[in-house]
């Protein structure tokens, strides 16, 4: 399977515990989004990265957010002091800076904090 | 990017044509229209996207209006597999940097047997 991957698929943690969510894009996709889905809404975005620069961050992203993506493929997402409201589905997208750059998705991270 | 907007929800029969409309009256002439459905609990699935002309791949086709404020996505032979939470979403093209995808509350489209 050539697509984008996510792991875990699901984390059960406890309120003030740290967690970390890792990403693999298509081979060859320069570009990387992660939006974060509450139940009932539609994804939001968190962030991007053109190769390895994030280059762009959204209001959700608080200080206990961070992501990087370290040599320009896979991506973590790590979250600190998790909260009970960052419980959501954090979905991977990845997209080729060419041409009308489709973003393809991830199967996502299902995050419960207890 | 322009609004989009999307009837809640939608039922067809299992074998018919869905076609499930989008509004997106803003929309200005540099703007491509996307679909992707999102199964439950899974990841959103890219289904198709447009500029001007209509559009048809292995999974649907997209008719976009004249005046382009709207666009119908038309999924010919519905499948009990096909039900899903549908996004229409407008985009631009990407001049600097990346364009996010904005997503709004999307079309439950459920497939009956």
């Known amino acids: 399977d050539t697509g984008v991957s996510q792991n875990p698929r699901h984390k059960i943690t406890k309120r003030g515990q740290n967690v970390t969510f890792r990403c693999d894009p298509i081979?060859?996709?320069?570009?990387l989004y992660w939006y974060r889905q509450t139940l009932g809404q539609g994804p939001e975005f968190l962030t991007y990265?053109?190769?390895?620069?994030?280059?762009?961050k959204s209001r959700l992203l608080s200080d206990r957010f961070s992501a990087e993506r370290p040599k320009g493929s896979f991506s973590t997402l790590e979250i600190q002091r998790t909260e009970q409201g960052d419980s959501a589905m954090y979905l991977c997208a990845s997209s080729l800076n060419f041409g009308s750059e489709t973003q393809y998705f991830g199967p996502g991270t299902r995050l419960l904090v207890l | 990017d322009a609004k989009t907007t999307q009837p809640t929800s939608m039922d067809c029969a299992e074998g018919r044509a869905a076609n499930l409309p989008c509004n997106h009256s803003t929309i200005s002439g540099n703007e491509y229209v996307y679909w992707y459905r999102q199964i439950h609990s899974q990841g959103p699935q890219y289904i198709i996207h447009?500029?001007?002309n209509n559009e048809t791949n292995e999974m649907a086709s997209l008719i976009i209006t004249e005046d382009r404020k709207s666009s119908t996505l038309i999924l010919p032979h519905a499948t009990l597999r096909d039900t899903a939470v549908y996004y229409c979403i407008v985009r631009g093209q990407i001049i600097q940097g990346a364009q996010k995808l904005v997503f709004g509350q999307g079309t439950r489209l459920t497939i009956n047997p």
């Open positions: 081979s060859e996709h320069n570009r």
């Open positions: 990265f053109q190769n390895e620069a994030q280059l762009e």
């Open positions: 447009g500029l001007k």
